[in-house]
């Protein structure tokens, strides 16, 4: 017997109802899980839905601190002959109940903040505590001055919101308050107290904010795939992708995220690795827009907008219509070079929505295919892409094609082992074999078992100028998610608008070539996907964590299947983006 999921002593994230899932080696026998029948695959592969066991009596670390864990105890029978094994696994730690009677107690993990900040003096933090409903609780800071916590059930009647914890206090503090190692989170119930420290915040002067200069998450070359990633929130999703060596105030710091300012009506999140402060005094760069002119040539044409610096900007699209928008950036003139006719752009023209933000807008002729943003000393270039010509009879003949064989590093395993990254390779070498017959030239990102890394997969493809890239994967599920539901089955991932129609005709194709229940076309902020020099999609075929699709998976004509799917949808791609 082999248990491929969850591993020995991993710990799950939920207590309530979750899966596992291995194999016994026969098809011929019977298993129980904590005396629950689980069905048998033919080839021996089991997946069970079953509630997560209780917790055992739990043994003690080095340190003397209980660990919670439980046990699968499996039981395989094949004829006379039984095996037995126990599969020990960790639990979340229970939620901690806090009793109204007693000692007065409280959650001691519940304490917020508890990561080092600098912010400036009267900036709201966020105070936050788990303590009895009967209890009282404050913030009082170095000069006895006394902030009031409120309990969820409070808050909930003021907004109107049901159902919030009424053990939760909180409450908005200014920073000034907790700028000192005296302040201190008390709770109180009668006579009893109990005080916590909170985390020592370093004031900001914010009307003379240090600059940063931007350092390079991701590809630490010279081209234009040396990017700084920006975030809405601190540790949230990609949003901005700014060059290196662009200069922003910094307003604040959130244990190792850094807020920057990118303009007056906008800030966002950096690592702090990803900014280096300069020196005091080093005065804000004083960008403004020269004339904005258009250059054409044969593959693409280019919007340039003359500027003194690296201005912090964002790409968007709607329609035919792609918007540059510039912040920090004021105009130093609205003329706007047009060249006589191009096919591809109808019009470019400059907008002011704030004193500190500028936007340019070219409307085009037709719906966008690709763009990228250049950083061209002194000038910052936005490059629209042409679609290729497409033969009507063989549109795939002659254009560039990028597959990307999801995995490794990391990646799922199925229940008889089978590793996610050897069926996407699988797949992926059939699809190549499958546009190379069809005129394509296909440029791999891996084409043998050795690791790629995730952010180097997009780059590669925008270096080999491909048309499109494909990215091949299989799905799997987080603990307390059902996975034998009728639903689970086939999806296609995409995240700029040119790439959605490609999406959607690659999943259409996928649903009826594979036969899997179509789970739909969803936007998705993925690395793969985050190019928008080229239509990017990556699709889930199948969950190789059920034992049914795993199966199908290991044969020949799922993998051809899969691979003809992604083939019939890129070919009705570039038919619809034939013109005359």
Known sequence: ??????????????????????????????????????????????????????????????????????????????????????????????????????????????????????????????????????ASAYVRDSAGTVYPLRNGAAIGAIRGIAGLDSTGWSADVPARALASARARLVVQRGADSIGSALSLVKLLDDETPQLGALRATLIAGGDTDAVTIVRPTAGGTYRWQLFPGTVVPITGRVGTAVRVRLDRGLEAWVGDADISPLPAGTPMPHRVVGTIRSVSSAEWVDIVVPTVDRPPFLVTEDGRQVVLTLYATTPASENVGMPASDPLVRSVRYEQPASDRARVVVDLNDDPFGYMVLWNGGALVLRLRRPPPVDADRPLAGLVIGVDPGHPPIGSTGPTGFYEADATLAVGQRLKAMLEERGATVVMTRATADPVALNDRAPMARRANVHAMVSIHLNALPDGANPLLPVRGTGTYHYFPHSQPLAQLVQRSLVQRLGLHNEGVYYQNLAVARNPWFPAVLCEGAYIMRPDHEAALRTPEFQSAYALGVVEGLEEYFRARRRP
């Open 1 to 134: 017997m082999r248990v491929i999921y969850p591993l020995p002593n991993q710990q799950l994230t939920t207590r309530d109802t979750n899966f596992i899932f291995g194999s016994v080696g026969s098809g011929d026998a019977t298993l129980t899980i904590n005396d629950i029948p689980v069905p048998v695959e033919p080839n021996g592969a089991f997946l069970a839905w079953i509630p997560v066991p209780p917790a055992a009596p739990p043994p003690v670390t080095p340190r003397g601190a209980p660990t919670p864990s439980a046990v699968y105890r499996i039981v395989a029978a094949q004829g006379s002959d039984t095996a037995r094994a126990t599969h020990v696994v960790r639990l979340v730690a229970p939620r901690v109940e806090l009793s109204s009677g007693g000692k007065l107690e409280i959650d001691g993990g519940s304490v917020a903040p508890r990561v080092p900040m600098q912010l400036p003096p009267h900036e709201p933090v966020r105070v936050s505590v788990r303590a009895p409903a009967n």
